[in-house]
Structures are given as structure tokens and as C-alpha cells.
């Protein structure tokens, strides 16, 4: 992958690097800020809560979620996916609803053999309806450290950022006629679980248990956001403005412009441009977002 991004222009590549060099991470603790929910003792918190990691043998994989609700807000979570042969594995990291009329903002993390890359799986539910794939390669390799993998959701759009370099937009068009996440609070959740009937290479490559246990690592939680309790926001109109900025937060043109590299370079499956998945028409959203 590193050879692509080598042809681009030297501005781009720069722009790109000084972005990453200065995006920041509040961290928080796992200890206060999540339970363990699953797992059987494979998942684990170290480090007196700086490290979280979650395991996957063949008998079970693990995971937690946050003990906070929230109703918008910018996440961010540095994780080290799971390195060598991950095929069959996923690592996922959403923000959720509950019910059958559940929201998600879905990250996906499919496992792949040794030296093939990781495919990042994204998804939007709105009132329990997904399929919204958007499927992407990574500039770079996911298991050799820590990346940061960041969701800012607040009333006019929901960005997924990669290092601070935005992947993938999906903007409030509810006056259109199209459903938007806005009143259901969501948890943060995380697992790593087995998919090999579906994950890599559409259930063709198996997991290989004898590489088992397989490890995924997570740190530097950051949450600014509206926290949901007892059905009240933290977030009000008296609320500082420099402390709630994402709530209005959209891209600049700096930020759409490395949207479109990522897009032209890495995207693998956009859901809005499979024709022959909608027969009767695209979703209404792809044709708006394109207008």
C-alpha cells in the first residue's frame, strides 16, 4: 500500500503527515469509563486501565462496552488489530442503540492471510436498517501499532476518521425524507469475535485455530460528547462553545480533499454505486449526497 501513496503529489503526502503528527487523543480509563460484558476472562484490563485487550480462541471471543450513554459526541479509540494470519476474525467498534429499531455507527475490522490487507467495514444504521457498506484498504499496516479510529456524530453529520483523516461521511438529510440517528443514545462497544463464514473473502478462507489465542488491543479513549442519563443530555445551551465546537463540527476543504484521496485510493465497496444490489434504485441518500 505504501508504494500507492508514494505516486501521489508531495503536497498531498505532507498534508497528510502533518495531520497525523498533531491529532490528539484525550485518554481515559478503562476501569471507570467501561465494563467487561463477555468473554470468560479473554478480555483484560492492564496498566492500571490504560490498556484494554480482548482475546478469540475457539471456544468464545470477548468483549466490552462503555458505562456511559451518549447523544452525540467525538470518540476516539487507538487500537492494534490483531497481527499475522487474522483471517476469519473481526474486530469491531460502533456506537449502539438497543431494539429492533436501533442506531449504529458501525466500524468492522475483517481479518485477512499474512501479508494481505485488513478491510475496514463501515456501516449507519437509522431505526434497525443498515446496509450502508462502505469497505476500505489502510495506508499503512494496522497490526504493527497503534491507529487512532475516531466517530464524531452530532446533528448534521457523522464523519469516521482514520488518524484524523476522514474515510467516510453521511450527513443528516432527514428534511429529504431520508432517517438520521438523533434520538436514540448509543454505548460505545468493542469485540473480537469469529466471522470466517463471511469475513474474509466471503467465508472462503478459515480461521486457523492453531494460531489461537488472537489479540486485539485498544487505548486512548476520548470522549467528547453529550453524555444521556436519566433522560437528560450533559450537553445545554449554556454549555462553553470552544468545549461542544464538534456539535457543529463539519469538513473544511482541507478535510474534504483528503476524503476524496481516501475514497479514489482505498475504498474497496461503496453500497451506493452497487447497482445490481438495488434493482428497483439506489438508496435515497446516495443520490442526494451525490446532488
Given at each position: 500500500m505504501a508504494s500507492r501513496s508514494v505516486t501521489l503529489s508531495n503536497g498531498t503526502v505532507l498534508v497528510l503527515f502533518v495531520f497525523v503528527s498533531f491529532?490528539?487523543?484525550?485518554?481515559?480509563?478503562?476501569n471507570q469509563d467501561f465494563d467487561i460484558t463477555w468473554g470468560d476472562g479473554r478480555a483484560k484490563i492492564l496498566n492500571n486501565g490504560g490498556l484494554l485487550t480482548l482475546?478469540?480462541?475457539?471456544?468464545?471471543?470477548?468483549?466490552?462496552?462503555?458505562?456511559?450513554e451518549y447523544l452525540y459526541g467525538k470518540i476516539d479509540m487507538q487500537i492494534k488489530l490483531v497481527p499475522g494470519n487474522s483471517a476469519g476474525t473481526v474486530t469491531a467498534y460502533y456506537l449502539s442503540s438497543q431494539g429492533s429499531?436501533?442506531?449504529?455507527?458501525?466500524?468492522?475490522?475483517?481479518?485477512?492471510?499474512?501479508?494481505?490487507?485488513?478491510i475496514v467495514h463501515t456501516n449507519v444504521y437509522t431505526?434497525?436498517?443498515?446496509?450502508?457498506?462502505?469497505?476500505?484498504y489502510l495506508w499503512f499496516d494496522p497490526t504493527a501499532d497503534f491507529h487512532t479510529y475516531s466517530i464524531l456524530w452530532n446533528p448534521q453529520t457523522i464523519v469516521f476518521y482514520v488518524d484524523g483523516t476522514p474515510i467516510r461521511v453521511f450527513k443528516n438529510?432527514?428534511?429529504?425524507?431520508?432517517?438520521?440517528?438523533?434520538?436514540?443514545?448509543?454505548?460505545?462497544?468493542?469485540?473480537?469475535?469469529?466471522?470466517?463464514?463471511?469475513?474474509?473473502?466471503?467465508?472462503?478462507?478459515?480461521?486457523d485455530w492453531t494460531r489461537a489465542?488472537?489479540?486485539?488491543?485498544?487505548?486512548?479513549?476520548?470522549?467528547?460528547?453529550?453524555?444521556?442519563?436519566?433522560?437528560q443530555s450533559s450537553c445545554s445551551s449554556k454549555s462553553n462553545s470552544?468545549?461542544?465546537?464538534?456539535?457543529?463540527?463539519?469538513?473544511?476543504?482541507?478535510?474534504?480533499?483528503?476524503?476524496?484521496?481516501?475514497?479514489?485510493?482505498?475504498?474497496?465497496?461503496?453500497?451506493?454505486?452497487?447497482?445490481?444490489?438495488?434493482?428497483?434504485?439506489?438508496p435515497q441518500e446516495c443520490t442526494l449526497a451525490n446532488s
Open positions: 491529532y490528539s487523543v484525550l485518554a481515559g480509563n478503562f482475546s478469540l480462541d475457539k471456544a468464545s471471543g470477548s468483549g466490552f462496552q462503555s458505562k456511559n429499531t436501533h442506531d449504529e455507527i458501525d466500524y468492522e475490522f475483517l481479518g485477512n492471510l499474512s501479508g494481505d490487507p485488513y431505526q434497525g436498517k443498515g446496509d450502508r457498506e462502505q469497505q476500505f438529510l432527514e428534511s429529504q425524507g431520508v432517517p438520521y440517528p438523533k434520538s436514540q443514545a448509543m454505548r460505545l462497544y468493542a469485540s473480537l469475535w469469529n466471522a470466517d463464514d463471511w469475513a474474509t473473502r466471503g467465508g472462503l478462507v478459515k480461521t489465542p488472537f489479540t486485539a488491543s485498544f487505548r486512548n479513549f476520548g470522549a467528547k460528547a453529550c453524555i444521556w442519563s436519566a433522560g470552544s468545549s461542544t465546537s464538534w456539535l457543529s463540527e463539519e469538513l473544511d476543504s482541507t478535510s474534504q480533499a483528503r476524503l476524496k484521496w481516501v475514497q479514489k485510493n482505498y475504498m474497496v465497496y461503496d453500497y451506493c454505486k452497487d447497482i445490481k444490489r438495488f434493482p428497483q434504485g439506489l
